[in-house]
């Protein structure tokens, strides 16, 4: 059974640091992209970030580049989501997924590619 569970969330004022975890059962990550993704209240899903470890690939939103970093520790089969100079509008439900296909920056944040999903973390930037 795949599970991917995600850690980390909390709250946290504006300027300040937070780093997600998804730690995955059932798979590899390195045989899988991992991807990040959030909900904001009222809000559809957007993709995050990416990472496809096996072809050093990875993706950021546009919007997110420069604050928020992805990585992953095969060791451990999990990825991280460093999250730095967090903004109020960063305030979001976190998921992370995994998708058998890859490269993952060719999937350009979009939900579709993923089979498996977390159950999420919740992020909270106070201004």
């Known amino acids: 059974e795949v599970q991917l569970v995600e850690s980390g969330g909390g709250l946290v004022q504006a300027g300040g640091s937070l780093r997600l975890s998804c730690e995955a059962s059932?798979?590899?990550?390195?045989?899988?992209?991992i991807g990040w993704f959030r909900q904001a209240p009222g809000k559809e899903r957007e993709g995050v970030s990416c990472i496809s470890s096996s072809v050093g690939s990875t993706y950021y939103s546009d919007s997110l580049k420069g604050r928020f970093s992805i990585s992953g520790d095969n060791a451990k089969n999990t990825v991280y989501l460093e999250m730095n100079s967090l903004k109020p509008e960063d305030t979001a439900i976190y998921y992370c997924a995994a998708s058998s296909g890859g490269p993952c920056r060719n999937f350009r944040g979009r939900e579709y590619y993923y089979i498996y999903w977390g159950q999420g973390t919740q992020v909270t930037v106070s201004s």
């Open positions: 059932g798979l590899s990550i390195d045989d899988y992209s």
